[in-house]
């Protein structure tokens, strides 16, 4: 069973005085299935938000439809069952992380000891145990971002939806979502969420989304969206700054790049070049091979091509 | 349903809790207090009036500050939450955008009522030190008082459920100056030559909320003078003009609610 169904979804805007019409989504369709990791993408503007906002009831949907665990959106059954954080979290800073997922868990109708043992357990787990104590005015960015996935977790929900998770975090911050996202998933939760870390995505993701211009460019695992062709090929040597100057001549000629560093080359050569041919040549020249590195098309290959794409068609509109 | 209540309960506190944190109302509750003091020393410059100047301007504080403290609180209640942008971890959880508003509206009557509490025990101790007892009149006056100021703050969070604070406040004290009033607009209405002033004073009775109903001390009632000092009305008259507050509240809350429900938070 899916998760989440959307089907068709539009929203559009009127501006607030002069009413002009702007379409934020214009048709987005995807499904999430039962415990998947499902990343939306998509540049600023895209609608990446919208859609997030429309799923969580914030935003009235203009066409479309759209159901989280079966039930239609915007429900309080929808929202009964999931868990939600927004992008840039902000919340009441007089209370203190206990207090907020009191507050949680009492929206989400659960019972006052049920909240106690499920809010000391999540603030252990968000890494908030030290600061129970202090009002959320003195959180710092990390700080704030944990507490808000807290608050999204109070009711252990099936679903997870984090808008931007990792935006602003430290190494270390991003690495604690991460472990917190791959938790989830393995106790079986489903985790939608936005994020520009596109290597964040690809580590992460059973599935992805790429909206560009309020409509999904593409959909499916990261590893079968991108060209596993080789595109490329970088071979290290180390060579020796004496090196016959013909020989290493002919060899980064067989190269599309070659930069020479003491006592090294970085040879680049094209998809379709015959590496052995290269290494044989680097031989010849001297060379020692340190490494020899495929390149294929990334997701943030991918990602950059769909927005220039859409950014080619703006112009041409 | 009960639920529900628990949602609203969990709403009303934590708006409470948020209230409270406003330094302003304690500003607001000094001032009440020095303007229970000053009766006592207007009171002692007149001859044998002192508990009458105590009851006038206790009663009036209550009034003016209760109402104005109303529209302030209220005024950013909803409005608030979109700005600071709090109310995306809220909305998104089980709760319907009624539950908040009403929930949100019962915070305030919390603190409003603890206020008007505060101002009421200014005005007793003022009382007790000119040693006089409260009577019934004063508190039939007390309770039209808290009535008015609730209304009032059901004005505000109307207002602030489509607009910012700076035009929520202004339709706000608009509304409450011209429902102070409206004695005088019957007046006008009665009096006046212009068809459109009649017309004016007509439309704003209809749509601006009675509220000298609520003060009508030193005023008249089916033609006959009350006074908190004298002959004031009777519980009959408190509990009809509560139903007159209540009805109104009723009212600007489901219009609240319903302008809510169709907001886009972006």
Redo the contacts between chains.
């Keep these: 069973m899916d998760v989440i169904t959307v089907t068709d979804l539009a929203k559009t805007?009127r501006t607030p005085f002069r009413r002009r019409r702007v379409d934020a989504l214009k048709g987005v369709s995807f499904t999430v299935a039962r415990g998947e990791v499902f990343g939306f993408l998509g540049p600023n503007g895209a609608g990446k938000t919208?859609t997030i906002?429309c799923l969580?009831?914030?935003?009235?949907i203009s066409g479309g439809k759209a159901e989280i665990l079966g039930a239609p959106v915007p429900s309080?059954?929808a929202?009964?069952r999931m868990g939600?954080l927004?992008e840039?979290?902000?919340?009441?800073d007089?209370?203190t992380v206990s207090e907020l997922l009191d507050?949680?868990g009492?929206?989400?109708?659960m019972g006052a000891a049920d909240r106690r043992a499920r809010a000391d357990k999540l603030i252990v787990r968000v890494g908030l145990d030290h600061a129970r104590g202090l009002a959320l005015k003195k959180f710092s960015k990390g700080m704030l971002q944990r507490a808000?996935l807290a608050?999204a977790l109070i009711n252990d929900p099936e679903l997870v939806v984090l808008d931007e998770p990792m935006s602003g975090l430290d190494p270390i911050g991003r690495k604690e979502v991460r472990d917190l996202i791959l938790e989830e998933r393995d106790a079986g939760k489903t985790v939608f969420f936005s994020s520009h870390i596109l290597s964040d995505v690809e580590s992460l993701c059973d599935r992805v989304a790429i909206c560009v211009g309020g409509k999904i460019k593409d959909i499916g695992r990261p590893r079968d969206l991108v060209d596993a062709t080789t595109t490329e090929t970088e071979v290290r040597l180390a060579l020796a700054d004496d090196a016959d100057a013909a020989a290493v001549a002919a060899l980064t000629a067989r190269g599309t790049r070659a930069r020479r560093t003491a006592g090294e080359l970085l040879l680049t050569v094209g998809g379709g070049v015959d590496v052995d041919a290269v290494l044989a040549a680097a031989h010849a020249a001297g060379g020692k091979v340190i490494a020899v590195t495929p390149r294929h098309e990334t997701l943030e290959d991918l990602f950059l091509r769909r927005v220039a794409d859409q950014g080619a068609r703006e112009v041409l509109r | 349903m009960t639920?529900s209540l628990?949602?609203i309960w969990?709403?009303a506190l934590?708006t409470f809790?948020?209230a409270a944190?406003i330094k302003v109302l304690y500003a607001i509750v000094v001032v009440v207090v020095a303007v229970n003091l000053l009766a006592i020393a207007l009171g002692e410059m007149s001859v044998s009036q002192h508990s009458r100047v105590a009851r006038d301007f206790g009663i009036a504080g209550i009034s003016l500050f209760g109402s104005l403290t109303a529209i302030f609180v209220g005024i950013v209640l909803l409005y608030g939450e979109i700005q600071?942008?709090?109310?995306?971890?809220?909305?998104?959880?089980?709760?319907?955008r009624w539950e908040f508003v009403v929930g949100k509206y019962l915070g305030m009557v919390l603190v409003l009522t603890a206020l008007v509490a505060a101002f009421a025990l200014a005005m007793t101790a003022v009382l007790a030190y000119q040693g006089v007892a409260v009577s019934g009149a004063v508190a039939k006056a007390l309770v039209l008082a808290w009535f008015e100021v609730l209304t009032v703050a059901a004005i505000a969070v109307f207002f602030s459920s489509f607009s910012s604070p700076f035009l929520s406040g202004t339709f706000a004290l608009a509304l409450w100056a011209i429902g102070r009033v409206t004695p005088d607009l019957r007046a006008a209405i009665a009096s006046s030559e212009s068809t459109w002033i009649k017309w004016v004073a007509k439309g704003a009775l209809v749509i601006v909320p009675d509220l000298h109903v609520f003060s009508i001390s030193g005023g008249d009632v089916d033609g006959q003078h009350v006074s908190v000092n004298a002959g004031f009305v009777d519980w009959g008259y408190v509990a009809a003009a509560a139903a007159h507050g209540a009805l109104w509240i009723a009212a600007l809350l489901v219009l609240a609610c319903a302008i809510f429900r169709?907001r886009?938070?972006?």
Aim: proline share 5%.
């Design positions: 805007y919208t906002r969580m009831g914030l935003c009235a309080r059954a929202r009964q939600f927004p840039q979290p902000y919340f009441y007089y209370l507050l949680g009492r929206l989400a109708g808000g608050l | 639920a628990a949602r969990a709403i934590n809790r948020e944190r600071k942008r709090t109310i995306y971890s809220i909305i998104s959880k089980p709760l319907a169709k886009d938070f972006v």
